[in-house]
């Protein structure tokens, strides 16, 4: 996206984020969960924010129906929409990571590239892309929200799965196979990494 905005500089302060990570005792990172509608990402990010919240992590939750009644309530459905709703999100976790906090996001963002423009605001090892996976049939089964149906009914325009693309990620840091995996187990899996990469102690 091209800057419009002219003459700005970044405004450093005094505190920085190492400063606000050794206060929180935990490394500021992006958590972004990507896959299909209905494969799990918002009902394991809840409970991987409570688990995290339980042991003293600042930590946040960027849902993508909940971000678009607000900051991307302007935004539709379409692939240059899509984009941008992605790129503003990769903006606000950046935020997020940088005041020390561990940002999870769950979202579809079924581009790969904009994936991958998000994971470069951020130095390596502080992106950490989870594919939360589950068949298409599955997805369909679950479908809490009538979507697919509707979709399929074509009654909902460029939905993913169905009448647009998502493009898998080719080398995430997690894959999660929400059809195989409790909620319980996809969130201790997401745990343990976070211990071995030394982002919780």
């Known amino acids: 996206m091209n800057q419009k905005s002219?003459?700005?500089?970044?405004?450093?302060?005094e505190i920085t984020k190492l400063d606000r990570e050794e206060r929180n005792g935990h490394r500021g990172v992006v958590i972004?969960?990507?896959g299909l509608s209905g494969?799990?990402?918002?009902?394991?990010?809840?409970?991987?924010?409570?688990?995290?919240?339980?042991r003293?992590?600042?930590?946040?939750?960027?849902?993508?129906?909940?971000?678009?009644h607000g900051l991307n309530s302007d935004l539709g459905f379409s692939p240059a929409?899509?984009?941008?709703?992605?790129?503003?999100?990769?903006?606000?976790?950046?935020?997020?990571?940088?005041?020390?906090?561990i940002a999870?996001?769950?979202?579809?963002?079924?581009?790969?590239q904009d994936r991958d423009l998000n994971r470069a605001l951020l130095k390596k090892g502080e992106f950490i892309e989870i594919f939360?996976?589950?068949?298409?049939?599955?997805?369909?089964?679950?479908?809490?929200?009538?979507?697919?149906?509707?979709?399929?009914?074509?009654n909902i325009p460029e939905f993913t799965g169905i009448s647009a693309p998502y493009e898998e990620p080719?080398?995430?840091?997690?894959?999660?196979?929400?059809?195989?995996?409790?909620?319980?187990?996809?969130?201790?899996t997401i745990i343990d990494y976070l211990y071995k990469k030394e982002v919780i102690q």
């Open 6 to 13: 002219t003459n700005v500089v970044w405004h450093d302060t």
């Open 32 to 34: 972004w969960m990507t």
């Open 39 to 54: 494969s799990g990402k918002s009902t394991v990010a809840t409970k991987l924010q409570k688990e995290l919240f339980d």
């Open 56 to 68: 003293g992590c600042q930590v946040y939750i960027l849902d993508g129906d909940n971000i678009r």
């Open 81 to 101: 929409d899509r984009e941008e709703n992605i790129r503003r999100i990769g903006e606000v976790a950046k935020l997020f990571a940088d005041a020390g906090m």
């Open 104 to 112: 999870i996001t769950a979202f579809i963002s079924p581009y790969r």
């Open 132 to 154: 939360v996976k589950a068949p298409l049939r599955i997805c369909e089964e679950r479908d809490p929200k009538g979507l697919y149906q509707k979709a399929r009914a074509g």
């Open 170 to 188: 080719l080398e995430p840091e997690l894959v999660i196979e929400t059809d195989k995996l409790s909620v319980e187990e996809s969130t201790q």
